[in-house]
Every structure is written in C-alpha cells, then in structure tokens.
C-alpha cells in the first residue's frame, strides 16, 4: 500500500508537479530525483528486483501510463498533479493495492485486425456489467494503423466480474495486461 512506500524516484519536472500530493500520501517517502521518468521507473523497478514478499517491495516511481506499461510496474494511484493539468501522472509500484470496494482498474489492450474486434472487446465488458470510465487509442508502434487502448473501468482486477472480462479479452484480442488496480481517489 502507499503507506509501505519508502522511496519514490520522480523526474524534476514531474516532482515539481506532484509534491504536495506526495508529501500528503506519503510523508515518510524519501524522494529522488532522477534524470527522466523513464530512469526514475527503472530504478523502483531495479530496487524491487529479487524481493518475494510483496509488502516488502518499497520503492516506487511518478509516472505514466505508458511507463507503466512498458515497466510492468502496477499503477498504485491516479491524479497525483497538485493542481489540474492536460498531463495525467500515477504512482506506479510493485506493489499491488488490496480492493477497497472503490477501486480503478487500467487496462491496455490490443485487437486482432478483425473486422468488428473492437466491437467484440467492447461488447465483452457490457456484458460483464463492466463501467468503462475512460477509452483512448494510442498508435502501438509496432506497425502502421496498429492500435493500443488504454481502458479505465470501475471495479479491482481482483473483483469476478473484471477477471471474467479479461479472461474472455484474452481469447479476442492480440494483448491484454492490466496495468493496475487502485482505490479511486477522491480527493
């Protein structure tokens, strides 16, 4: 949990935005700044490295979506800017939230080239009983007019109701990973 952090690398620029929520959430946190978000998520990674016990895992990183997904670091909390800002930045660590009975779950996902594949994925989280919050496309990189999709829903990877759903997006599309599970921050 965010109380557990000990250390939490973060870019300058990114510090600058998300200090005040840091020092709220996690007062005791030693906080380093790095070069780049990239070097600040690789090396909470790189500190986690080897360590069995999850509640022992204690370092974490400022970041993004993407970070996350290219880390495999899970997304601890969302909407940590200290003041409202185009960019989005979450708390990203190895250690994974425990449901709160209000939690996020991000997923990125990737389609088939089918027609009617985004459809199918979309259709699959109806049928859940599944609240999409948030949908965006992000070209994949890997080839042209290939895309990800960035999915916010209510509900914790954990709950039966979304691991039924991820299960069921497995067999439809080309890549599924769940990018984090967080109690929603209201603040």
Known sequence: SKTEITTVYCSQALLLQCKKWLGINMPKARLVVCSSTEDACNRAK???K?????????SAAVGTLLAS???GIPILDEHIEDRASTSRFFVISQVCEPPSGEDKTFVIFSLKDAQGALFRALKIM?????????????????????YNFFVRMDGHEQDKEIAAALNRLRKVCSY???LGSYPENKA
Request: no cysteine.
């Open 46 to 48: 790189e500190d986690n």
């Open 126 to 146: 109806k049928e859940e009983g599944i609240n999409l919050t948030n949908i965006e496309s992000r070209p994949s990189g890997s080839k042209a007019w290939d």
């Open 50 to 58: 080897g360590e069995k016990d999850e509640e022992k895992k204690g």
């Open 69 to 71: 997904d290219m880390t």
């Open 176 to 178: 599924v990973r769940v």
